[in-house]
């Protein structure tokens, strides 16, 4: 059989012929060729046309066949690029929809100086600002909203970013942290049988098919073993998670150059790259259950404190089976009141929690939000630490480990913060930062401003500091750029330490919300005096070291003024943390007797 192109050819050849014999035979007017009734040539070009109309047709018709055929025999891959470019689409759009918004409708602020300076005109623009803040913020919650998974993982780091955000775009991504979407009983069922090699009425006895928690990357179902009878808490990812989660990355990294390069001043790569570094880990559920064991182990020497991790029983990739531990979140206070359960309590033994991970064993759990902190009650006179509770940690994926280094420095920064001395503020914030804006650098690891700081009150002041970056910025023009600047320059640890101290600090104020002023008062003083506490311990500890392996000489005068150096390191200790001690006394009698008379 002739193929169209064979046929093309000896059609135009044969039109080519009887043209030239037809136009032999006709007489030449003017140097034109004249006609007498209907030329052969022409009935052949159109032959010829046709033939390559059907062609064309063909062709087409063999390219979208052959498209349909691959869809149909790799259709996951191409579902995935379907789906990969809508969700990049989705991001693309509106982040030139909000970069274009910013860079029309968003004024600039009048100088204080300025003359005549208008006051009316000045809250007109502080207006403007705001209406763009929110209007942008609201666009890009739908967005995320829409793609869901890794995109609802940035919003929820957006809303915890106020020393750097406005608070519009803040408060606005908030919601995030409860808008997610649950996977359907039958994609669970399937992740369980790939990952685990049998179905759920296979594994489970019973199996709840209503969630009890729904997150953005995974939700948690309660069910009871098959085979032990055991009730456990079956933590499953989402199906498509791990497939979108590299394209929804690299869109997010080009989202944030782009943006950098419309405004030069947002440098927040970071942030993508700490996403880059962390979500592999958070999606792969053998990650929980190796931390989670080590967190166990750590915390075994400490029977006083009330913490409890569910047990691990058995992890792959994405199915994580666990010990069912009951209790409700940590800043539940109706709760905590219906089983007699004291915040103050609560509120202390976190800290001691979290401020060991940080400075003694320097394995620190990185998303401490109220939803991954659980208070289950307990008859005090049955536990070895002596409470009516125990503090439930979950959610073990994302934990960073701290160098001895990183947690002297980090113990000193603070010692430094505590006490108010400038010079060891500036000091300690250059090694740590590696920036010399050391007054902004001490404001955004305390939460509070560096007047109180520097007037050596940080251990006698209650009142957090409120950012608007609006108002910061009318006083300060470079302060956004200095706050991106160091968060650029800081150590990527240092960055989810510090999402950990805010996170912990809104638990804080959430378990004291309904106590009499002066308690709240007291009770951030104790918090302060208890990360003073564990900064002394760790500065002890690593000084103590660093003292053992100053000399490896072995003489009798070597030996001894090593001794000292240790003894007057121990004596330095004792005296501070006894000072500290006799204080944090005093303010629970004080508290004892405000309650008693209110």
């Known amino acids: ?32 060729v004249t006609f007498r009734g209907r030329p052969e040539y022409i009935a052949s070009i159109k032959r010829a046309w046709r033939l390559q109309r059907w062609r064309n047709r063909a062709i ?22 379907a789906v990969s470019l809508h969700r990049s689409s989705v991001a693309a759009k509106v982040t030139c929809q909000v970069a274009w918004d910013y860079y029309r409708n968003f004024p600039d602020l009048l100088p204080e100086n300025s003359e005549p300076f208008d006051e009316e005109e000045r809250q007109r623009i502080l207006d403007a600002r705001s209406a763009v803040h929110l209007r942008s913020a609201e666009k890009v919650k739908r967005a995320l909203m829409k793609n869901g998974g890794v995109y609802i993982k940035l919003g929820q780091h957006i809303s915890a970013m106020q020393y750097v955000l406005p608070m519009e775009w803040c408060l606005t991504m908030q919601s995030l942290q409860d808008q997610n979407t649950a996977s359907s009983l ?15 009425d296979d594994l489970f006895q019973a199996f709840d098919p209503t969630p009890i928690g729904v997150a953005s990357l995974a939700q948690v179902h309660r069910a009871v ?15 498509m998670v791990r497939k979108y ?20 001043e947002f440098k927040f790569m970071w942030l993508s790259a700490e996403m880059k570094t962390s979500l592999p880990q958070e999606l792969d559920f053998c990650n929980d259950k190796t931390n989670a064991e080590k967190v166990v182990w750590e915390f075994a020497k400490y029977p006083d404190i009330p913490l409890a991790v569910p047990k691990m029983i058995q992890a792959s990739e994405r199915v994580l089976i666990m010990e ?24 202390r033994e976190i800290g001691r929690i979290f401020a ?52 002297y420095e980090y113990a000193e920064m603070w010692h430094a913060l505590m006490k108010g001395n400038r010079d060891q503020i500036k000091y300690w914030s250059r090694k740590i930062s590696g920036t010399d804006l050391y007054q902004l650098f001490s404001t955004i690891l305390t939460g509070q401003h560096w007047k109180v700081i520097e007037s050596k009150r940080l251990s006698q002041t209650t009142s957090a500091a409120q950012f608007s970056m609006d108002a910061l910025m009318e006083a300060q023009p470079e302060i956004l750029r200095q706050i ?48 003073s506490h564990y900064c002394l311990v760790a500065i002890r500890d690593i000084r103590a070291s660093d003292i053992v392996h100053s000399s490896s000489r072995l003489g009798v005068i070597q030996a001894t003024k090593r001794i000292i150096r240790l003894a007057l390191n121990r004596l330095d200790f004792l005296y501070m943390d006894t000072m500290l001690w006799m204080y944090s006394v005093l303010l629970k009698m004080r508290d004892s007797l405000t309650r008693l008379y209110a």
């Open 1 to 32: 059989m002739l193929s169209a192109g064979r046929l093309f050819a000896a059609a135009r050849a044969t039109a080519s012929t009887a043209a030239n014999a037809t136009a032999a035979k006709l007489p030449q007017q003017r140097g034109f």
């Open 484 to 531: 991106t600047e160091i968060l650029a320059s800081v150590p990527p640890v240092l960055l989810l330490v510090l999402k950990t101290n805010d996170l912990l600090r809104m638990i804080d104020t959430s378990l004291f919300a309904d106590q009499p002023p002066i308690v709240q008062r007291h009770a951030q003083l104790q918090s302060w005096l208890r990360i």
């Open 324 to 347: 069912y531990v009951s209790g409700r979140r940590c800043d539940d206070l109706a709760f905590l009141r219906k089983h007699d359960i004291d915040p103050e309590a609560v509120s």
């Open 225 to 239: 073993l098959r085979d032990t009878g055991e009730e456990v808490a079956v933590k499953v990812q989402h199906p």
């Open 186 to 200: 039958e994609d669970v069922d399937r992740v369980i049988r790939a990952d685990v090699g049998r179905s759920i």
């Open 60 to 81: 087409a018709a063999a390219g979208v066949a052959g498209v349909c055929g691959y869809a149909v025999y790799n259709y996951d891959t191409a579902y995935l690029v």
């Open 245 to 264: 989660s590299d394209i929804d990355i690299a869109t997010v990294s080009v989202m944030f150059e782009f943006i950098h390069s419309v405004f030069p």
């Open 356 to 407: 060991e991970m940080t400075f003694v064993h320097g394995f620190l759990h990185c998303d401490p939000h109220p939803g991954n902190l659980f208070v289950r009650p307990r008859d005090k006179r049955t536990t070895a630490h002596g409470y009516n509770f125990d503090l439930v940690l979950l959610d073990h994926g994302l934990y960073r480990q701290l160098s001895p280094r990183f947690r």
